[in-house]
Structures are given as C-alpha cells and as structure tokens.
C-alpha cells in the first residue's frame, strides 16, 4: 500500500489470464481464468470470513462498492451473479441481510430493485418468496412488505405502502391478490372482482350505483331482494 505522485492510496487490482484464442481437443475456445476470494477452513470452529469494505474518507464520503458481471461480447448473454447463504447439514442455513446505514443529518439510503429494460419479447420478471418448509408441525415463511415508522411525537406519519401495476400505452396491468385459490383483481379501470365473500366490520359508504348479481340480503332475512323474482320480504315495520 503506497502512496502514488498524486496523493491517492495504491489501488490493488486481481484480474485473472487472458484467453488467446484457439480451442481446445473439443473444439471449445478458451475461457478467461477465474478470480477466486475464500475464507480458510475452520477445524473444529467456524470458517474465516470474508469481508469486502470500501475505504474511508476521514473528511470525505467513502468509497463505492461494484459488484457487477462484465457486459457480453458481440454473440452471447451477459454473466449471472448470485448472491447466496450456503447449505446447512445440522440447523439453519445462514440469514441474508442487505440494509442500508442509519444516517445523522440526513436520510437513510434507498433501496432499489429493478429489472433491465429490454426489447423482445416480455419484460423479465421480478420474484420475492418466502421459504417452504417440509415440517409436520410448520407453516411456510411469510412475507412482509410494510412502509417505514416515523419516530417524531408529532407533525409526520408513517410511510405508506404501493402496489402499483406497469403502465402502457395499449392497456395499463392489474394488481392481483390471491390467497390459495381465492383472488381478488383490480383493473386499471378501477372495477374489482372477488373471488369470495367479502365482509366488513365497519361503516361502508358508496358514492356509485351497486349492482349486485344474486339475492341482496341484509341481517340473515331482515331485509332481502330476490335475485331471479325481484320479491322482496322485510322481517320488520316499513
């Protein structure tokens, strides 16, 4: 770690060997030699780790973390890059954290995952899932998706949550909620359709017509219209 003629920290840089061509008794060419990074083996307690930080600016912002897969050549598709905990043989496999750092006199940094923009065919798709578990006595993982806390005793509130369908010039995308076989669909116009009961617990207010398609029924027979008939029976005083 030396000091170059202007005043930068040495750069330290592993490249593994260039392929010059040819192939190989099977006809492949040459690939490009790896560059592997690895904790030592641990005897008897855990392995070494492996730790990548970027420098410090003692009066400055610190230095930026790439990890990326080199572009594709000119026939080809661009290198995979995955990110994962290993095996486990005897209890839980390792857990995945990815956060940004708390911040004084500022916000805390986003977060944001998005898919390459491309131009055949489907744009690539996105999944978050949870674990299954093959357990007798236990339920799959669950997934939450919740919008930041404010901590000020007054004046802000809590971060809302979005869920918000890909727009187009043809047709904008539905959201779609499901739960085992039930669903319920909301389509960019604005109607909804549910699969299954629909119960509310509190005041409901329509500012629009309701149509309903079966009998219309209120309090188990104090009010009815019958669907087919258009009767009508009220258990009370009119």
Do not use: P, W
Request: no cysteine; proline share 0%; glycine share 22%.
């Amino acid at each position: 770690d030396t000091d170059d003629s202007d005043n930068a920290g040495g750069s330290v840089m592993l490249t593994g060997g260039k392929a010059e061509g040819g192939s190989d008794a099977n006809g492949a060419t040459g690939a490009g030699g790896s560059v592997v990074i690895k904790g030592g083996i641990g005897t008897n307690t855990v392995g070494g780790a492996v730790t990548v930080t970027s420098g410090v600016g003692t009066s400055t912002d610190s230095g930026v973390v790439t990890i990326a897969t080199a572009d594709s050549g000119s026939a080809g598709v661009s290198g995979d890059m995955a990110l994962r905990t290993g095996t486990s043989d005897a209890g839980d496999t390792g857990s995945f954290t990815l956060t940004t750092g708390a911040a004084t006199g500022g916000a805390g940094g986003a977060i944001s995952l998005a898919v390459g923009v491309g131009d055949t065919g489907n744009g690539g798709q996105l999944h978050l899932a949870a674990g299954s578990t093959s357990s007798t006595s236990g339920v799959g993982g669950a997934v939450y998706i919740r919008g930041g806390n404010s901590t000020s005793a007054s004046g802000s509130y809590g971060g809302s949550v979005h869920i918000i369908s890909g727009t187009s010039a043809t047709g904008d995308g539905k959201v779609h909620l499901n739960a085992g076989s039930e669903f319920f669909v909301l389509d960019a116009s604005g109607s909804a359709s549910l699969s299954t009961t629909l119960g509310v617990t509190g005041a409901t207010t329509l500012s629009d017509s309701l149509d309903i398609a079966g009998n219309f029924d209120i309090s188990s027979g104090m009010f009815t219209v019958d669907a087919t008939s258009g009767d009508t029976a009220i258990a009370g005083m009119l």
